[in-house]
Each structure stands twice: as structure tokens, then as C-alpha cells.
């Protein structure tokens, strides 16, 4: 089986790594910051204000008489919006885990800091303007016939859901697949087309004496901007949007540098939005005029369903796997270090993906084993049937999913969301070699692990573009169970996998609860004695070869079975 590399990535970073040169050119374009609206979204009914500007004004007043330099903590946050201090906490994370600026307190707190540090205030408002974002639907494949014979149909306890189901959408006859790079950044161009001028107004300040007609934006505030979008030429990211704008790109850095007028920066960033819109519209009638585009996911799709493992990417965008079948994939360090990630429509399969990561989704998958090395920021699992997940990250989210497990080293609180069935976690089960240096670089903590502690928030998505019953969104997520401990098992990783020289970690970095750890440790023992009980038999040697050849054919039955002999035959092919 073939490996195809394909650019379907939009010519621009979509989880920008700032560029330390800052850069003078008339050709620069906007472009959303994907994070926030991928990873930074909460099913909290009480974030998703129906007129943002006309609610997060008071708000704003009401946080900033309690801030201190600035920033607010979770109490100043539960306070002002009325929610739980779980849900105030909830919000730091969160909002700690999609920032733009990686030097900001929030992101460099540690866990007991989280609470204290606070937020940015203006960054906090932000953060809150974009829950009434709504998500692109997914969307259907051209061709439905190829794609009902490589899936699955749709499961048998479908009809037991609500026929406004999100996951029942996604699982319907017509096998819809996660909306193309393109399509998600003209969406998100479009949102903040229409409520940009709500958002630099929430981050104006009015001019002393002259009231609320004239509002100003100071270079700070500006900065601050940079949460919802970055300007970028060619894979080169400005790395900092002041130095992008006509306003503050000459100003004496020994200065304080004069505020401008509100108006006038609400009107650069329309006049950029609606060209980069244009733009995306240019590339999308292109391909639709028959232009070669490698960017066309319908094209990809199709090449993928004739049994390619389709990897795409460009050098510094996410890197997209998808349409993988039966099949196993590796990818390692020097593949992926420093990357997002996503894996998408992939079915009875093994994706092995160990390398350092910052941001990592698995969308619609089934019947599949994925293991994504140490996750510095989020890892979000959505729309997944019947896939073990093994992730170490700071935080996850799992979305409309069922009968999935999820073995986990995480340093926050896992969130469920959505309509999930018979979830299940478990801690983290594996190691490879590597894997405590790629931790290190990440920065997550493996002596925290908050695998059994999830938090289960609104059946409901607030944020997709789908209409619900009446007291839908009163309904909480089905919470995850946890594996039995006598249901636990390690999960190997050979060190044949790995190309690169060997790397220190010998064991799990995550220690195990008692109780898991009392099973492995019962389990190691017994094939100790039974490896003895055969080192000292006394048979014949004939009867030793007999003995032997059993255990082999009684492994390669095992193998058949489980269809594990195709990860052998895959693997060493690569």
C-alpha cells in the first residue's frame, strides 16, 4: 500500500509559530487564528450571549473594577458571568490553551497558578465574544457511492437518538466528512467580517472628555486582536500585528506610541477581510473551472478511498491524515515535531503518530487504535465509533462519540461534550522511547494525571449550526466510565518503529493507581511463572520443539484474529 503526499493545507499557517523578523509588504493577507475556533469553543449555555456586544459591555465594566494590572482570576470570572467555579476554572484553561502569546502568565502558569494568574481581561473578552461562534456543518462527499463501500453503515443504535443528533448528522447514509481547510477559513473570514467592529469596539477606549463617540485603540489593545487573526505572505507569519498595520509598523520603540482611532482600524481590518474572502473565492472558482488544486479535499478523498494513506501537508501548516483503511501508518519526530495535527475518516487502523505535538484532532474515525505522542496543547476526539485513543496532553475534549476508549496521561480535567455513548478511560498504558524527552518540550507534567476526574458538560453543541428541541441544552453528556482494572493491559510500541537513534525512556512515565498497578504487576507474574515453569520442564526435546511450535501457531492464530498480522506486513514494509 502506496503513501501519498499531498499540500491540502491553505498557504498559510493555521496555528501561526511567529516569525522573530518583522516584515514590510503591501501583499501581506489576513488570515484567522484556526485554534480558538477548533480548540477554545465551551458548551457552557451561559458564555453563548445572543447580542455579544450588548452583554459583554456590562461584563467588561464589571471584571475591570475587580481586575488587578489587568487581569482577572476565576473568581472575579464566576462572579461576573454567573457560573460555577468549576466553569470559571474551565475558562482559564481553556483560554490558556489557545492563546496567541506564548510569554503571556496564563500559558506559563502552573496548575495551582491557574486560578490566581488570571486572564488578560482583554484577551478574556475575546475569548467570550467567539462562544456565539457557529461551526461549519460537515459536509457530504460527491461521491456517496465510494464511500458507502469503504464505511461502515450507519450503527445499529442510531434510530435510538435524537433525529437532531450532531453525531447522527455526521453517521447519516451520505458519509459527511470534516469541512476542507479552505472552507473552515472563509467561514471563520466571514464571522469576523460581520462582528469585527463589536470587537474592536469592546477593546476601544473612549477619549477623556469627549465620551463614547470617540473611541481610540491603543498599540496594546491592538496586539490583542492578534488572538482572532495573523498576517502572512507566502508561509512568512508577521509576528506582530502591529507591525502588519499602517498605524504603529514606524513607531520609535523608545516612545509611547498614540493611540488611533478606533474607526480606522475597524476599517483596515474589513478592507483586508474582504479581500482574503475574494481571494478564497478566486481559489475555490478555479478549481471549480477545472484548475489542478491540490488543496481539493473532494479530489483527495477520492484518491484516499482507492486504498491510499493520504498525508498532507506543507511546511509549516497541520498536517492533515485522512481516508486511511486497514491499514497501519507511522509517523515519528521527524515527521511531525512542533506540529498540529489531524486525523480524519480513518477506519480499521492502527496511526501511530509519536512525535511532539501542539495541537491534535481525530474526526470521525472508527474502529481504529491511534497513539499521538506528548500534546503541549489540546487534543480534541470528536465523532469517533469504537477507537482507543492513547494521548499524553494538557487537556482533551471528547465530542459525540461512542463506545470509544481513551487511555490517558492529562494534566487537566478531560471534558465530555455532546451526545456520547459508553465512553470509557483508563490511564495512560504505553511508552516509546522518546517519550519522556517529548513531554520535557511540551511541558506537560506526567506526575499530574487527571484521567479519571472528567467533566461532563452539555449534551447539546451550542455552536453548531443546527436548530435544537426546547430544553435540549439542559441536558448534561453521558459521563465516561472507567476501564476495568482487570480489563488493563499495556500497549507495546516496538522499538523497531522508530528510525530515529533510541531515546532514554525505559517505562511508563505516568504512574499507575494502585489498582491498575496491582493487575499489571499479577500479570507480569504469572508470565514469569509460567516462563519458568517451561525453562524447567523436564520433556524430551522433541516434545520442547512440539511445545514451542503450539505456542507459535496459537500466536499466529492470535494475530489472524485480532488482525494484527496486517500491522506487521504494513510496518515492516515501511
Excluded at 455532546?418 to 506526567?446: C, M, R, W
Aim: a negative charge; aromatic letters at 6%; glycine letters at 4%.
Amino acid at each position: 500500500m502506496t503513501e501519498e503526499l499531498i499540500d491540502q493545507s491553505p498557504p498559510h499557517d493555521p496555528d501561526p509559530i511567529q516569525s522573530p523578523n518583522p516584515i514590510q509588504n503591501s501583499n501581506l493577507i489576513i488570515h484567522p487564528r484556526r485554534v480558538p475556533f477548533e480548540h477554545g469553543l465551551l458548551p457552557i449555555q451561559k458564555l453563548v450571549f445572543t447580542d455579544p456586544i450588548q452583554t459583554l459591555a456590562p461584563i467588561k465594566q464589571k471584571l475591570a473594577a475587580s481586575a488587578t494590572n489587568n487581569r482577572v482570576g476565576s473568581a472575579a470570572i464566576s462572579d461576573a458571568l454567573s457560573i460555577s467555579n468549576d466553569h470559571a476554572r474551565l475558562v482559564l484553561e481553556t483560554l490558556g490553551s489557545v492563546l496567541h502569546c506564548e510569554t503571556d502568565p496564563l500559558v506559563l502558569a502552573k496548575p495551582e497558578e491557574v486560578d490566581s494568574v488570571g486572564a488578560d481581561l482583554r484577551d478574556l473578552i475575546l475569548f467570550l465574544y467567539i462562544q456565539s461562534y457557529k461551526k461549519l456543518l460537515p459536509r457530504t462527499h460527491k461521491d456517496s457511492a465510494s464511500v458507502a463501500d469503504v464505511w461502515p453503515s450507519t450503527s445499529a443504535f442510531d434510530g435510538y437518538l435524537s433525529a437532531l443528533s450532531p453525531i447522527q448528522l455526521v453517521r447519516s447514509n451520505s458519509r459527511r466528512f470534516m469541512p476542507s481547510p479552505t472552507d473552515e477559513e472563509a467561514h471563520q473570514l466571514s464571522y469576523l467580517q460581520k462582528h469585527i467592529a463589536n470587537i474592536v469596539s469592546l477593546l476601544a477606549e473612549p477619549v477623556e472628555g469627549e465620551g463614547d463617540e470617540s473611541l481610540v485603540l491603543s498599540m496594546e489593545s491592538l496586539e490583542h486582536i492578534g488572538f482572532l487573526v495573523h498576517y502572512g505572505d507566502k508561509g512568512f507569519d508577521v509576528p506582530s500585528l502591529s507591525q502588519a498595520s499602517p498605524f504603529f509598523a514606524n513607531s520609535d520603540p523608545n516612545m509611547p506610541a498614540v493611540p488611533v482611532p478606533a474607526s480606522q482600524v475597524n476599517d483596515w481590518l474589513l478592507k483586508d477581510i474582504a479581500s482574503a474572502i475574494e481571494s478564497i473565492s478566486d481559489r475555490i472558482s478555479g478549481k471549480e473551472n477545472g484548475a489542478s488544486n491540490a488543496s481539493d479535499q473532494d479530489a483527495a478523498m477520492a484518491n484516499s478511498f482507492g486504498a491510499l494513506n493520504k498525508v498532507s501537508s506543507n511546511d509549516r501548516g497541520p498536517c492533515i491524515i485522512e481516508g486511511v483503511s486497514k491499514t497501519s501508518l507511522f509517523k515519528q519526530a521527524s515527521d511531525l515535531k512542533g506540529r498540529s495535527v489531524k486525523v480524519a475518516n480513518c477506519h480499521d487502523s492502527v496511526i501511530y503518530l509519536l512525535a511532539p505535538l501542539r495541537y491534535a484532532t481525530v474526526y470521525g474515525c472508527s474502529d481504529s487504535t491511534i497513539i499521538l505522542g506528548a500534546t503541549g496543547k489540546a487534543v480534541r476526539v470528536e465523532h469517533c465509533e469504537r477507537v482507543h485513543v492513547i494521548v499524553a496532553t494538557k487537556r482533551i475534549c471528547i465530542a459525540n462519540c461512542r463506545e470509544c476508549v481513551l487511555f490517558l496521561g492529562v494534566n487537566q480535567r478531560p471534558l465530555i461534550v455532546g451526545d456520547n455513548h459508553k465512553l470509557q478511560v483508563a490511564p495512560y498504558n504505553t511508552f516509546y522511547s522518546h517519550l519522556e524527552e517529548h513531554i520535557t518540550e511540551v511541558g506537560i507534567q506526567p506526575t499530574i494525571n487527571k484521567w479519571n476526574e472528567s467533566l461532563a458538560l452539555g449534551a447539546v453543541d451550542p455552536h453548531d449550526s443546527l436548530s435544537h428541541p426546547t430544553g435540549a441544552s439542559d441536558k448534561q453528556s453521558e459521563p465516561a466510565s472507567c476501564v476495568d482494572p482487570d480489563q488493563f493491559t499495556t500497549f507495546l510500541i516496538p522499538n523497531w518503529f522508530e528510525g530515529e537513534a533510541l531515546g532514554s525512556t525505559k517505562d511508563n512515565p505516568f504512574p499507575l493507581p494502585d489498582a491498575y498497578k496491582a493487575v499489571q504487576q499479577t500479570n507480569l507474574k504469572n508470565l514469569e511463572e509460567t516462563r519458568q515453569s517451561l525453562r524447567e520442564s523436564s520433556l524430551e526435546e522433541n516434545r520442547k520443539r512440539e511445545l514451542t511450535t503450539a505456542f507459535h501457531m496459537h500466536f499466529k492464530d492470535w494475530l489472524y484474529a485480532t488482525g494484527n498480522i496486517r500491522q506487521l506486513y504494513c510496518l515492516q514494509g515501511d
